[in-house]
């Protein structure tokens, strides 16, 4: 019996406003040579990049079946969406409404044993980048993407090697100081890669001639002020005691809101629903004359029976679980906590939702470590490891603003020059 033929898929999808115009794009590769055997693309009206990113993967999953359609194959899906190759694997679970089906029919169309999917970084998905930025120029000029004028690099020199595994998120919370040099220490040792370069959709600053994509959806990132944990450093999720901001915390909130008002850039705030984080809004609503919206996305991770706990005690009564969940993104706390995979799709989810609703406004979310990690991370298409390289003090600010065109753009990270 023959074996399966070995082929590669890469797809991508984008979104100008997410939601916003979007368009999507899919190449099939022979990985023996990299010879391009077909291309897909299209452009898809008003939808998010989520959507946009799926629909990709279905186009390129349905291409390999009309290439093969009586050929064993086995296919290995390539993609820089960490939402659809982490759902599409099993290990997220798919809670949005607009994402179920569109996962199910992916996995229709070929079977399960025979598709692998794996998160590579933006600079590797170049062909399939170009060809959804592509689908979404041609929309632009109401019309539909030509394969015949398509200019999608076609990539002469490429590996088909699986890379090596990203490792998994960890803790970056108050209590995983220890944690965090244990596995920053570990990424270290791994050859760091190279940021993700630019393509055409990126919006360029500085000297560039960019066109006018409007103002931005801006997040500024506000870290509650500090409980009566935060200095004992002891894991204080969602799932614990729900502190109160201690005096120091008080006093950091009324700095944090001295400092808004002095910018006056602040134009809707929003605030995760745990008390901490109320108090710190609520401080800075009190002295801009807004009100407070409370969001269950930007609610920290639930630690389950590690609450209240340090690293050390942890490791002490529940060592197995610390070290399962170190090493693993999808792994929970003892207890039931939440997994650092669930939360990343929660703010993912979350991000885009927000992102749509205060579109051209000023933000300010005032949340945790782990949701304003993540957020950065995401922003900067880096790798998960990159969470134990940021430092992320009480009521620090940070912030991301995204453009139309659906690109994100870091402008702060853990400013507290307000607190001195």
Same mark, same amino acid.
């Given at each position: 019996m023959p074996a399966p033929r070995q082929l590669v898929v890469e797809a991508d999808g984008g979104s100008r406003g997410n939601p916003g115009p979007a368009g999507y794009g899919a190449v099939v590769l022979d990985p023996h040579d990299a010879t391009t055997l077909a291309e897909a693309a299209e452009y898809i009206g008003v939808a998010t990049n989520n959507v946009a990113e799926y #629909?990709?993967?279905? *186009?390129?999953?349905?291409? &390999? #079946? /009309?290439?093969?359609?009586?050929?064993? &194959?086995?296919? @290995?899906?390539?993609?820089d969406s960490k939402l659809v190759v982490e759902q599409m694997s099993g290990r997220w679970k798919i809670k949005h409404p607009d994402m179920k089906p569109l996962a199910a029919e992916a996995a229709s169309i070929l079977?399960?044993? %025979? &598709?692998?999917?794996?998160?590579?970084? @933006?600079? @590797?998905?170049? =062909?399939?980048?170009?060809?959804?930025? /592509? !689908?979404?120029?041609? +929309? +632009? #000029?109401? /019309?539909?993407? $030509?394969?015949?004028? %398509?200019? *999608? $690099?076609r990539g002469t020199t490429r590996t088909a090697a699986l890379p090596e595994p990203a490792p998994p998120a960890g803790p970056p919370g108050d209590a995983v100081a220890g944690a965090a040099k244990v596995r920053a220490a570990m990424a270290a040792a791994r050859p760091a890669q190279a940021?993700? #370069? *630019?393509?055409? *959709?990126?919006?360029?600053?500085?000297? +560039? %001639?960019?066109?006018?994509?409007?103002?931005?959806?801006?997040?500024?990132?506000? @870290? =509650? +002020?500090?409980?009566?944990?935060?200095?004992?450093?002891?894991?204080?999720?969602?799932?614990?005691?729900?502190?109160?901001?201690?005096?120091?915390?008080? =006093?950091?909130?009324a700095c944090a809101a001295e400092a808004f008002a002095a910018r006056g850039t602040v134009q809707e705030i929003v605030s995760s629903p745990l008390r901490r984080c109320r108090e710190t809004a609520q401080a800075v609503a009190d002295r801009l004359g807004l009100e407070v919206a409370v969001d269950e996305g930007?609610?920290?991770? $639930?630690?389950?029976?590690?609450?209240?706990?340090?690293? !050390? /005690? &942890?490791?002490?009564?529940h060592g197995a679980d610390l070290t399962a969940w170190l090493a693993s993104p999808d792994a929970a706390p003892t207890g039931g906590g939440e997994s650092f995979a669930e939360v990343a799709e929660r703010i993912s989810v979350t991000r885009d939702r927000l992102v749509a609703r205060h579109k051209g406004r000023t933000a300010l979310l005032v949340t945790h470590v782990t949701p304003i990690k993540t957020l950065v991370r995401l922003a900067l298409g880096a790798p998960p490891e990159s969470l134990f390289r940021m430092e992320l003090s009480p009521a620090s600010v940070s912030t991301v603003a995204y453009y139309a065109d659906g690109n994100p753009s870091l402008r702060l990270l853990n400013d507290t020059s307000h607190l001195r």
């Open positions: #629909r990709g993967l279905i *186009a390129g999953l349905k291409a &390999v #079946r /009309e290439l093969f359609p009586d050929t064993d &194959v086995q296919v @290995r899906v390539r993609m079977p399960a044993s %025979s &598709v692998t999917y794996e998160w590579i970084p @933006r600079e @590797r998905n170049k =062909h399939a980048d170009r060809l959804a930025n /592509e !689908a979404m120029d041609a +929309g +632009g #000029r109401g /019309e539909q993407w $030509d394969a015949a004028s %398509s200019t *999608a $690099d940021a993700p #370069r *630019a393509t055409s *959709a990126t919006p360029q600053m500085g000297w +560039g %001639s960019a066109p006018d994509l409007g103002a931005p959806a801006t997040f500024v990132l506000l @870290r =509650h +002020g500090e409980t009566a944990l935060t200095p004992e450093k002891r894991f204080s999720g969602s799932g614990g005691s729900d502190p109160a901001l201690s005096e120091t915390g008080r =006093h950091q909130a930007l609610r920290e991770t $639930d630690f389950g029976a590690w609450e209240g706990l340090t690293f !050390a /005690e &942890v490791r002490e009564r």
